[in-house]
């Protein structure tokens, strides 16, 4: 089996690649698998929706920033390292809305070639395994 990162080194590259308020969504590494890996985004004021008649659930922009992280974060895990990589197309489908409270990404790869990589990741609330949200994505490494 290829040397894989754990998930201390998966974190740590939250911090050194991703953008600040990426970093504030508090992404943790919770499993690591053979295909892919298990995170939760803890339930914070910054990940809700305020307003309207559907405050006080958790936003769809923080669903889409989630998937996009755990993508490469799982990527990376699989590789052994980062590989410098672009979202080429994402795709999320929303079935249910997710209350306030934490949040919980199963991220699997499931292509990961010399130049694309495909992941779909389940997002659903901790405690249940009603998937709420799915998003598919896809990424070109920039560099081998």
Excluded at 94 to 115: C, Q, T, W, Y
Aim: charged letters at 20%; proline letters at 3%.
């Amino acid at each position: 089996m290829k040397n894989r990162l754990d998930s201390a080194a998966l974190e740590a590259l939250i911090v050194e690649i991703c953008a600040p308020w990426v970093q504030e969504l508090g992404i943790k590494v919770l499993d690591l698998g053979e295909n892919g890996a298990r995170f939760v985004m803890p339930a914070t004021e910054k990940i809700l929706r305020h307003r309207g008649p559907n405050g006080g659930l958790v936003s769809g922009q923080a669903l889409m920033a989630g998937s996009d992280t755990v993508s490469f974060l799982a990527l990376s895990y699989l590789n052994g390292r980062f590989r410098n990589c672009v979202t080429v197309d994402m795709a999320t489908n929303f079935m249910r809305p997710l209350p306030e409270g934490n949040v919980i990404f199963d991220a699997k790869v499931l292509s990961n070639g010399k130049r694309l990589a495909t992941t779909r990741i389940d997002i659903m609330a901790e405690g249940s395994e009603k998937v709420a949200t799915t998003s598919t994505g896809v990424f070109a490494y920039i560099e081998e």
